[in-house]
Nanobody, 126 residues
């Protein structure tokens, strides 16, 4: 059974940090494009960071230099380290996996990501 379970969300003040985790089971996630997405109220879900099977990382311009995506294969866990958080980072954050191109632009095709977690809420106050 495929499962992606996110954790680590919470409420922080602007400038603070959080680390999101996504524990994966039921498939060999190292063979997939792994991504972190977010969705703010009233907005479309957007890709913020991706990690491909070769270990290459990509970031949306809005988070570049502040967020870091990584994985620990021994723990089957994907991470998103978020620093210098801003109020506009407030959203529900999801991890997902797909057998697809791993560019930020390709992450716009949500249907190409077949596996999704339930999400974890991040709230940044000013």
């Amino acid at each position: 059974q495929v499962q992606l379970v996110e954790s680590g969300g919470g409420s922080v003040q602007a400038g603070g940090s959080l680390r999101l985790s996504c524990v994966v089971s039921g498939f060999t996630y190292s063979e997939y494009c792994m991504g972190w997405f977010r969705q703010a109220p009233g907005k479309e879900r957007e890709g913020v960071a991706s990690l491909d099977s070769d270990g290459n990382t990509r970031y949306a311009d809005s988070v570049k230099g502040r967020f870091t995506i990584s994985k620990d294969n021994a723990k089957n866990t994907l991470y998103l380290e978020m620093n210098s958080l801003k109020p506009e980072d407030t959203a529900m954050y999801f991890c997902a996996a797909g057998r697809t191109f791993c560019t930020i632009a390709a992450m716009g095709a949500l249907r190409d990501f077949g596996y999704w977690g339930q999400g974890t809420q991040v709230t940044v106050s000013s």
